[in-house]
Nanobody, 120 residues
Framework: QVQLVESGGGLVQAGGSLRLSCAASGRIVSINTMGWYRQAPGKQRELVAAIPSGGSTNYIDSVKGRFTISRDNAKNSVYLQMNSLKPEDTAVYYC??????????????WGQGTQVTVSS
């Protein structure tokens, strides 16, 4: 019913920047919280940043001051600007959206993941 398509990952040197984008489409009535998660090899998936439809953003401590999450409600999109990247930011990044669809079901949807690799 809902698809999330991500783009913007890649390989970058430490200290560099990347911008991730995620666009939601489908039978969407409204989108509540949107967020970015990441999963490094051998580690659990963790929430990196989240942005509610009308509230303040939140970040894990390790990215505060370096990453910025934003959204464009008109485009059903969320973005993650990543600056001052470090090798420990290397992971597959997943977009997440909590969506109310026609029929008024509320579910979490995930993107396919985009690889971010930071070389030292």
């Amino acid at each position: 019913q809902v698809q999330l398509v991500e783009s913007g990952g890649g390989l970058v040197q430490a200290g560099g920047s990347l911008r991730l984008s995620c666009a939601a489409s489908g039978r969407i009535v409204s989108i509540n919280t949107m967020g970015w998660y990441r999963q490094a090899p051998g580690k659990q998936r963790e929430l990196v940043a989240a942005i509610p439809s009308g509230g303040s953003t939140n970040y894990i401590d390790s990215v505060k001051g370096r990453f910025t999450i934003s959204r464009d409600n008109a485009k059903n999109s969320v973005y993650l600007q990543m600056n001052s990247l470090k090798p420990e930011d290397t992971a597959v990044y997943y977009c997440n959206a909590r969506v109310t669809t026609y029929g008024y079901d509320l579910n979490d949807y995930w993107g396919q993941g985009t690889q971010v690799t930071v070389s030292s």
